[in-house]
């Protein structure tokens, strides 16, 4: 663990784990606490607490550092998902004066990055390039039953577009189409089952591997399918969310025992052939 002060004693495995992360992440960048309040939504305060463990820090502050560290966000949120039970909170909490765009008491404000604000900026400033005075705009005012008409017909028509141009794994029938996007981790998103059987075996529409190896802190579609599998099959997983935690993993292994497999509490072909017979 780099330099500061000792994590409180009551944080389990995970939370410690996680704060030995984002202090890792923290010197690798070289940045100070001031300099990551600057780059920041959050104060130098609030790091001061989420590196040395008092508080949990919210998902966006840890996607603000996994961006400016280069790190995988998607992991890393993984992991802050697991130490939220440590700390008793749920995994997207934030701490008092933790919101994104506030200023939080004792913050120190620095000089400002060109660009770093841009689009904060345009949110609260008028569209550029306003007409010239005495030249009168027509716009559709926002919330008017026309422009409510215009987007719910195109929403419709992207919808059916994507459906029918949506890729097929090579192989697999009508009904076990997969997930055509990447996968983004989200504290607190779950996903929809629609476990079915074709061609003997069973299929949840989110992947259709047999091969790929799951464990702890994986966050993949592929996750997604084995927790619905579980649920189907009678082994809670507690949220179907597409992070492998001690959940997931402890279902897992009740699986490998009862179909007489090697209790290891990681998914492999052999418990991928259980999940879906």
Known sequence: MSKGKEPPRSLGPHGRRFVDRLRELKDRSGLSLAALANRTSYSKSSWERYLNGKSLPPAEAVRELAGLCGADANQLLALHSL????????????????????????????????????????????VAGASPAGEVSQRIRLGSPALIGVVAVAALVVSGLLLYL?????????????????????????HSCDVHRDDGKLWAGHSDTDKALLQQITTSWDVVEAQCLLEHRGYPVGAVDGAYGQATEKAVKRLQEASGLVVDGIVGPHTWQALRQ
């Open 83 to 126: 130490a939220a039970d440590d700390w008793g909170v749920q995994a997207d909490a934030r701490a008092p004066g933790d919101v994104p765009g506030t200023v939080a008491p004792g913050r120190e404000t620095g000089p400002e990055v060109p660009g770093e604000h841009a689009a904060r900026d345009l949110a609260g400033s008028d």
């Open 166 to 190: 949506a890729p097929r794994t090579e192989g697999a029938s009508e009904d076990r189409r997969v997930a055509s996007v990447k996968f983004v981790f989200t504290p607190g998103r779950t």
